[in-house]
């Protein structure tokens, strides 16, 4: 008798996979995601939400482990409720980056994870935070996970400081739709949130209406 082997996706660890951005802009910021997770070379996601509410007016990007990324988000969430009622007011971005970089650091052994942290708050206004093990730096843009490599040089070109709202928008939904159509990893629908004083505005862009060039 044939022993029954289990599919090899079972064992493989479920990742994101991932593309992920986000940019500042005057009075905010812009974070977008893709929404492919897989495992090895199956798909075991089309549509997962990647842009992940740490507070009111503070949002991450996840990628690497999907496990992992969501534990340090859910963990950083509830810890920015207790420090806001502690200190009775919205907590910082950086607070909230710093939070992320240091459970990241903590378990770095142990956890695959990369976490892009972006919103507004009344010190500093609209915030994009890089965050990879013990690294913590504020950046005008900032891009991360499979995809990201193969849109380096779009970003690079595209981006201008002091883009209008509009702009920074337009800018991601080119940026993520580049590097669907290129990174396996990357793929479904595009995921944009829009963060300012006024709040936040999320928007789903569904892969067939996503912008094509020249190439596609």
């Given amino acids: 008798m044939l022993e029954e082997t ?30 492919r997770v897989s495992a090895g070379a199956t798909v075991v996601n089309r549509v997962m939400n990647k842009l992940s509410p740490l507070h009111d007016k503070i949002y991450c990007a996840l990628s690497g482990s999907a496990a992992d990324a ?60 890089a965050t990879l093990n013990g690294l913590l730096t504020r950046q005008p843009f900032a891009v991360g996970g499979s995809g990201s490599s193969y ?32 990174d396996g990893s990357s793929g479904g629908v595009a995921y944009i949130v829009t963060i300012d004083e006024h709040g936040t505005e999320e928007k789903v862009i569904l892969g067939n209406d996503l912008p094509t060039f020249f190439d596609q």
């Fill in 6 to 35: 289990e599919p090899e996706w079972l064992s493989e660890e479920v990742k994101t996979g991932t593309t992920i951005i986000g940019i500042e802009f005057n009075g905010g910021v812009v974070l977008g995601s893709d929404s």
């Fill in 70 to 129: 969501q534990t340090i988000a859910e963990i950083v969430n509830y810890q920015l409720d207790v420090h806001s009622m502690e200190i009775g007011e919205d907590p910082q971005v950086r607070s909230a980056a710093t939070l992320v970089r240091n459970i990241s650091y903590k378990y770095k052994e142990e956890l695959s994870a990369h976490l892009i942290v972006a919103g507004w708050d009344r010190r500093d206004g609209g915030q994009v935070f």
């Fill in 151 to 182: 849109i380096y040089g779009f970003v690079d070109a595209e981006y201008r400081k002091s883009m209008r709202k509009e702009e920074c928008q337009q800018f991601v939904v080119n940026a993520l739709s580049l590097a669907m159509n290129r």
